[in-house]
């Protein structure tokens, strides 16, 4: 336990020197989110406005904007001028949903798909292929999320 208190002390201090140009209002957390996440302290966040959709709705097929197939729970719509596509995102307030197959959900989504009403700080969160798959994630619906970046992805995220 003190080894790990020890390295999360100097984790810490390395966030702080290295967060010296744009200090962060809750540098300790960031550290502790890097932790958990695999992201770098720093790494791109956002604070963003989640919105739920579903294959079948008006104007939504089963390809995202990179001619991939939306993949339910993982695939996510951004504005790119934003968060660029073939970005891996951690949304922390997904992680421990339900997925289709039963299992928790681990809180990484694709940002592969853009949408007209995606603009700014808001996300599309891709729940399936049928309306009844967002009830899972109806809390999050209109929610204020954090995502944060920690990673890219080429071609075609992972099924």
């Known amino acids: 336990m003190r080894r790990r208190l020890a390295a999360l002390a100097v984790l810490s201090a390395v966030a702080l020197a290295t967060q010296a140009k744009a200090a962060s ?41 990179l001619g991939c197939k939306v993949v339910a729970m993982r695939t996510v719509a951004v504005d790119r001028t934003l968060i660029p596509r073939g970005s891996i995102l951690f949304i922390k307030e997904t992680a421990g949903l339900r997925m289709p197959d039963g299992s928790a959900h681990d809180g990484y989504w694709y940002a592969s798909d853009v949408g007209g009403a995606i603009k700014g700080k808001r996300i599309d969160l891709f729940t399936g292929f049928s309306a009844s798959s967002m009830n899972p994630l109806k809390s999050l619906n209109l929610a204020n999320l954090s995502a944060i970046k920690v990673g890219n992805f080429k071609g075609c995220p992972p099924r």
């Not at 695999?38 to 604070?47: K, M, Q, S, Y």
């Open 25 to 65: 209002p809750d540098p300790i957390g960031d550290v502790l989110m890097s932790v958990v996440t695999g992201g770098l302290p720093g790494a791109p966040g956002w604070n963003v406005k989640a919105t739920l959709y579903h294959a079948g709705a008006k104007g939504v097929g089963a390809l995202d904007s």
